[in-house]
């Protein structure tokens, strides 16, 4: 962007939306505000002016690019004296591709020529064979086979008339070379046609002819679509529309048909639409039939069924908690597609139509919070059903005996990303192999760890690869015997995080190739955390075991625990006028750190990848970004959190959608706004496994903190927590030198005595997650010197140094480096089972950010369970009781 004149701080970061333009002004206005604006043209926003006026600048003083160079962006600019042949463009010349797919541009190019067909918008696609008029090429191709098929085709012909790709390419020899041999590029092309002859089976790569129902169905329900207002449509209306004009078109003449013979007319509707989801025939007053479209709910209830009933990944769902959250159900492909076509808007209207839809169902129904559906069997249960059948993956019938290249080069890929530092850490199957090792090392040596003996580096078995779906699934392509060879070619190179790993006794063999069972040793020592237990605690097992199949995830946790995270995410990280990205700039320059890696896109996977690993109950975050200034709730507003168009800048409703297909619901309460902006807000946020935990109610407290009350599903105890992050912390980061702790602890205070008050009136347990700015032992100081009543029987502790005895460092943050500044409170009537320690190595932030890790703090981790329903004698009790020190290598002190 070009340069901003009187530019306040930080307002670089705003990016005007519509969606902006709403939430400035409160309540909510119309939906017109979410019509953006032309380039160039102040957004009309009638609480900030000057904002849009800002933003109306940068767009005026950036310099615009050709349209004509947008299609070739990706290929690279050469200068105009290179003394080549070029096409100038826009001021730069472009010289023609040579190689890969844009070699393949001008070997179509000297072939026969394409049918000239111009390029329609809505019917676009990046793909190289998915333009148009390449479709509609090999369409034709297909179709001269179908039309008058020779013996090779007529004689694999099945009773429906399908007919697979390998038979149509032994057909025709030359339209298989233009296809590079693959069956699934005109497979892929044909299926993405709307509106045509033919129909196509992905996963059987088949094609066929359609009869004349079929294509008269496809273009009722097209002439549907199209119209706006959903009346119904006589046949003699709809004779005369262009897609049914074009399917009686397509017919050859051999099975034209008397139109006016009206009661083989009738029949033939009567075929054509029953087998139609979204259509029927009707009989209006005056005796004329017509078509009209199906009640919305009966549409989408057929769809929710059937997506439900056939996909594995809904079944695991049901079968490992007993629901699925409607958020996954409506970022589904073929029901966003459904409802477009039944014309229900995005947003609000959306959840309400799949709503209706499951109140109409006799299999499936709604949870009390109407944000998840259930099966009636479940329901009746009281809990999720074990043992639902699932699919199973196939089985490569030709294993191969030679690695080739490109499986090589995967390979090596895969292991690049498995063993990189942020995902060895955050992988479930791998740190449990590593914590094996680590007790092993300590049981042997004495040491606590295998950090703390002399250096050991975890190793790895080729059986563990297998354990790693991507890893696995390429090794199932080979024979058994080929496995060792594999690896090792993939382990021919430099630079690498792992390594061959070779016994030095006398007569082992010193290679991959003459090894059966090779091992890999990775080539750094890393620098991990492990989750800390009082002792076996059969709790924590589904933490530190691997799942059986990584696809179904981790079991759930008992009636009487809850897996606790907090994490402040530092939003800010991502804005290029945050002190915080300046202080990098740097490192960026020298390539130390990359740019990338701030951008919230990036950081947002690596999050979801933290908070998911672990299947928690309670997630409390800290240091997000949201748009306007007010309080969410995902249970009371779900229509906010659904708008379609959200800016880039909204990081709350970008999380709360990548969670929420794992049926999280989430509140929300802004803390303070940005820097220069009136719309832009930092705040925290809490967010709860819907199928174990019911939201009763919530607030907010002293502009720092949003409280929530939950209601155990599995069991009969209430739980009381709080995320808090106050605003003198944000100074602090953001270099204000003159930030004290006290500053810190006075508006905690307020937040505690509220929290306090609350807890006081029911018989609930207390959890106080939070980047509080300042480190645990002077905030207990602090509350405990708090003469408000009822302040003191809440009686807080840390989780960490209950089990630690210390709190490890938790943030890399320049003014609070090595501090440990996040914490997770417990109040009385809850014991610690576990925590996750801390890293054992400090490191600066940007090789901190530039090992993966998405925030500046650390990701917090508790498991706690109730005191009056845990079982009697169990390790964390009696740790409890006799506060005993359990210290791990795996968490240090400062």
């Known amino acids: 962007p070009g340069p901003i004149v009187n530019q306040p701080p930080f307002a670089g970061m705003i ?22 604006s032309p380039p160039g043209k102040p957004i009309e926003c009638p609480g900030y002016p000057e904002i849009c006026n800002l933003n109306a600048a940068s767009e005026e003083a950036q310099p615009s690019m050709p349209e004509t160079c947008w299609s070739g962006a990706w290929q690279q600019w050469w200068p105009s004296d290179s003394g080549e042949s070029t096409s100038t463009c826009g001021g730069h010349s472009l010289m023609p591709p040579r190689d890969g797919w844009a070699q393949n541009e001008y070997f179509w190019s000297s072939m026969q020529p394409f049918p000239v067909i111009p390029l329609l918008p809505h019917d676009f696609s990046a793909g190289y064979f998915q333009e148009p008029r390449r479709r509609r090429w090999i369409c034709s191709q297909v179709e001269e086979v179908l039309d008058n098929p020779p013996p090779e085709v007529t004689d694999f012909m099945e009773s429906d008339g399908s007919v697979s790709m390998s038979q149509i390419f032994a057909a025709r020899p030359d339209f298989e070379n233009r296809m590079f041999y693959n069956p699934s590029v005109p497979i892929r092309a044909m299926a993405a046609v709307r509106l045509g002859r033919l129909a196509v089976d992905v996963s059987r790569q088949t094609v066929r002819l359609k009869s004349l129902a079929e294509q008269l169905r496809e ?121 477009e076509q039944i014309h229900i808007q995005p947003g609000k209207a959306t959840f309400e139509a799949l709503q209706a839809a499951v109140m109409t169902s006799t299999k499936y129904t709604l949870d009390k919070a109407r944000m998840s559906v259930c099966m009636v069997d479940v329901m009746s249960q009281g809990g999720p059903l074990k043992n639902l059948p699932l699919t199973e993956k196939g089985k490569f019938k030709n294993a191969r005996c030679f690695p ?30 590593v ?28 059986k563990d690869l297998f354990l790693l779906p991507r890893i696995g699934r390429l090794f199932e392509q080979y024979e058994p015997f080929a496995h060792p ?40 020592v890393p620098n991990l955390r492990f989750i800390e237990a009082a002792g076996p605690c059969k709790e924590l097992e589904p933490l530190l075991c691997p799942a059986e199949d990584p696809a179904i995830g981790l079991p759930t946790m008992p009636s009487h625990a ?5 994490y402040s995410v530092s939003s800010d990280l991502s804005n290029p006028q945050s002190p915080k990205a300046k202080a990098l700039n740097d490192d960026i320059l020298t390539s130390t750190l990359s740019h990338a890696t701030l951008q919230w896109e990036v950081r947002q996977k690596q999050i979801r990848r933290q908070l998911m690993m672990y299947d928690a109950d309670l997630i409390c975050i800290q240091g997000l970004q949201s748009v306007g200034f007010a309080e969410r709730s995902s249970e009371m507003e779900p229509g906010w959190f659904a708008f379609e168009a959200e800016p880039a800048a909204n990081h709350l409703v970008h999380l709360y959608r990548s969670v929420s297909t794992e049926n999280y619901g989430v509140v929300f309460a802004p803390t303070l706004k940005l820097p220069g902006s009136d719309v832009t807000c930092f705040g925290n946020a809490i967010f709860w496994k819907r199928s174990r935990w019911q939201l009763e109610r919530q607030w907010s407290s002293q502009r720092s903190s949003i409280s929530a009350e939950l209601l155990s599903r599995t069991g009969s105890w209430r739980i009381l927590v709080c995320s808090t992050k106050p605003a003198a912390s944000y100074a602090r980061e953001w270099g204000d030198v003159k930030v004290a702790d006290s500053d810190m602890t006075e508006n905690l205070k307020g937040v505690h005595t509220e929290f306090a008050k609350t807890a006081a009136e029911s018989d609930v347990r207390c959890v106080w997650c939070g980047d509080f700015g300042t480190e645990p032992r002077i905030l207990l100081r602090d509350l405990a010197s708090d003469d408000a009543p009822d302040a003191a029987k809440i009686g807080w502790r840390t989780a960490s140094a209950a089990l630690l005895n210390d709190d490890p460092w938790t943030t890399v943050a320049s003014q609070n480096h090595g501090k440990a500044t996040d914490a997770i409170l417990y109040g009385d009537g809850l014991d610690v089972l576990g925590v996750l320690g801390g890293l054992p190595n400090l490191v600066n932030h940007a090789d901190f950010l530039s090992s993966g890790y998405p925030s500046d703090h650390l990701l917090q981790l508790a498991v706690l369970a109730n005191e009056t329903d845990q079982v009697k004698g169990s390790p964390a009790s009696k740790h409890q009781s006799s506060n005993a020190a359990c210290c791990s290598s795996g968490s240090n002190s400062k």
């Open 562 to 566: 809850v897996c606790v995270l907090s």
């Open 219 to 339: 273009g009722c329900e097209e002439c549907m679509r199209q119209r706006v207002l959903c009346e119904p449509m006589p046949l003699d209306e709809c004779l005369a529309c262009p897609p049914v004009q074009q399917a009686l078109a397509n017919e050859p003449a051999s099975l034209s048909f008397a139109w006016e013979d009206k009661a083989a007319l009738s029949l033939l509707w009567d075929e054509a639409l029953a087998p139609s989801r979204l259509l029927k025939l009707v009989t209006l007053s005056s005796g004329v039939r017509a078509i009209s479209q199906q009640q919305p709910s009966e549409i989408l209830r057929f769809a929710v069924e059937s997506l439900l009933d056939a996909e594995p990944k809904a079944r695991i769902l049901f079968s490992r908690e007993g629901e699925v959250a409607l958020h996954w159900i409506r970022q589904r492909s073929e029901i966003k597609e459904l409802l």
């Open 435 to 462: 914590g094996e090792q680590r007790k092993s090392n300590s049981s042997s040596n004495g040491h606590t760890g295998y950090l703390r003996s002399s250096g050991h580096r975890p190793v790895f078995q080729l």
């Open 485 to 524: 060879w594999l690896l090792s070619a993939a382990l021919q190179a430099h630079e690498m995080p792992v390594r061959l790993w070779t016994k030095l006794a006398p007569g082992a063999p010193r290679g991959a190739w003459a090894a059966d069972q090779p091992a890999m040793q990775l080539t750094y």
């Open 15 to 36: 990016q005007q939306s519509p969606r902006m333009t709403e939430d400035a002004v409160e309540p909510p206005t119309n939906d017109a505000c979410r019509t953006s």
């Open 404 to 433: 080739a290249e490109k499986d090589v080069r995967q390979l090596r890929e895969l292991l690049n990303f498995y063993f990189a530092p942020f995902t060895l850490q955050h992988n479930r199957v791998l740190i449990s192999m």
